[in-house]
């Protein structure tokens, strides 16, 4: 717990990134506080991803700022001392946020356990047993405690996400971010993974996610945050903003995602 | 035939002058090769850019002539060099361009999200590289690495050129005593091939053996 436990934990203020001429980040404004989930919908190039990315730089971004837990992820110093973290700076601060990708991005010649224990061994510095128990236990929190010998080809696009998702959580992250995680999956492979993340959301993990999934996003999250043109266009809980919108864009972006199921 | 038999005892200096040569050229080129391939691939453009130039000017040569350019322009710069080390120089420098582009291309194969994955639970740069890049790189390392080892043995003859006995030049001696080329020739060319083959056979088995990922 830090000392400013009141403050949101993720508190992203005007938020601007442009690559090359198209500016994709147009001054973006969001909190998330301790235990909440909040998922940000919108269409493809409304800047979500984009933001979801700067949280833990894997995406550098213009101006404007992201707090987590108090501290400036992508610069240190103010004013004219302003600078742009180094790599070693980042990775001690990546390592405290969570990411889930939409593609797994598990390490291919890496067992299951060992993608889960290669950041609590070289990241955390634990000894073997210990990485080895944590990651034992959150592959068995997943459900796959009788693949955790399996190289990640041999399990199915369901299987590997949830081991992306124990290899992201184990770290114990103050917050987790999460990338479109069902879209590369199966429609039948969805629903296990969408499981898990429920479950985390009961345990009170802090998280951040995009997706495409408007009613895993109304019953999951706290509040729904709809992007447009790199703005927060609306936010508000699951019912405001799902329910009746006066909001020209996002009725539109409702209405085509509808039409697609 | 009998030629033959009775050219192998001379001809014995002059394979091991080659192998240690190759052996050399070979060690340098890997250590400078992977070290400036993952330059080309990660530095910042400024390191990136030299190493780039370097690159392509090592590979735009004929390697006879980076023989030859090492072995008189050195003595011209008042660097004092045997013909031995000029001719390993200019090896090294060869071989060592041609490892820095199969690394890059090696290490261009690999999904970005790698790089990604890594970074979110907090790798830094040598733990990347050494527990999630270059496992997976390996394998697309090997084969196209092992050409350039058998490039090495036979770029290697070219050393004969500026006065080192090694397998070739041992082939030239005998054949000025003997005044039998061809069977002398055949048989340099064969022990060459022996060589090379079982390097590639070594590749193969190497390419099977790393091959843990299914595509």
New interface residues.
């Given amino acids: 717990m830090s000392a400013n436990s009141g403050a949101p934990l993720v508190k992203v203020c005007d938020l601007r990134k442009r690559f090359g001429q198209n500016e994709v980040l147009r001054g973006v404004d969001l909190d998330v506080t301790r235990g909440e989930v909040v998922s940000v919908i919108g269409a493809s190039g409304s800047g979500k991803t984009t933001m979801l990315r700067c949280v833990n730089l894997l995406e550098t971004y213009d101006s404007g700022s992201i707090m987590v837990d108090g501290v400036e992820v992508g610069y240190s110093g103010e004013g004219p001392a302003r600078r742009r973290r180094g790599e070693r700076e980042l990775a001690r601060i990546r390592a405290d946020i969570g990411m889930v990708f939409q593609l797994f991005n598990l390490f291919p010649h890496l067992t299951a356990r060992e993608n889960v224990m290669l950041g609590l061994r070289k990241v955390r510095r634990l000894g073997y047993r210990e990485a080895r128990d944590i990651a034992d236990r959150w592959l068995a929190r997943v459900g796959l405690a009788d693949k955790r010998d399996s190289l990640p080809y041999e399990l199915s696009g369901g299987q590997q996400q949830r081991v992306g998702i124990a290899r992201a959580v184990a770290m114990n992250p103050k917050v987790l971010l999460l990338d479109e995680i069902t879209s590369a999956l199966d429609p039948e492979l969805v629903g296990e993974v969408l499981n898990v993340v429920r479950e985390l959301a009961a345990d009170g993990m802090t998280m951040l996610l995009v997706t495409h999934e408007m009613s895993f996003a109304r019953d999951v999250s706290a509040r729904v945050v709809f992007m447009d043109a790199g703005r927060v266009a609306v936010q508000g809980t699951p019912r405001e903003v799902f329910g009746g919108q006066p909001h020209e864009r996002l009725r539109s972006f409702l209405a085509r995602i509808e039409m697609r199921h | 035939m009998m030629v033959m038999v009775k050219a192998l005892p001379f001809l014995w200096q002059g394979l091991l002058v080659t192998l240690q040569i190759s052996a050399i050229v070979v060690a340098i080129a890997l250590v400078l090769g992977v070290l400036f391939g993952t330059a080309l691939t990660y530095a910042p453009r400024w390191v990136a850019w030299p190493v780039r130039a370097y690159s392509d000017i090592a590979r735009g040569l004929p390697l006879i002539t980076l023989i030859f350019f090492v072995y008189y322009a050195m003595p011209a710069l008042k660097v004092n060099v045997s013909g031995w080390w000029a001719a390993v120089s200019a090896l090294a420098a060869f071989e060592t361009a041609h490892v820095s582009e199969v690394t890059r291309g090696a290490l261009q194969s690999i999904?970005p999200?790698?790089t990604?994955?890594?970074?979110?639970?907090?790798?830094?740069?040598e733990?990347r590289m050494l527990?999630?890049i270059f496992?997976?790189a390996l394998r697309r390392f090997l084969p196209p690495w092992i050409n350039t080892v058998v490039d090495t043995v036979k770029g290697s003859a070219l050393v004969s050129l500026v006065g080192i006995v090694d397998l070739m030049l041992a082939v030239q001696q005998v054949i000025g005593r003997t005044f039998q080329p061809l069977p002398l020739y055949v048989l340099g060319a064969a022990i060459y091939f022996v060589i090379n083959y079982t390097l590639s056979q070594l590749s193969r088995r190497l390419e099977a053996r790393f091959a843990?990922?299914?595509e």
């Avoid at chain 2, 990604?116 to 740069?125: C, H, M, P, Q, V």
């Fill in positions: 999904h999200g790698q990604e994955a890594g970074r979110a639970i907090g790798l830094s740069f733990q527990y999630v496992p997976q843990y990922v299914r």
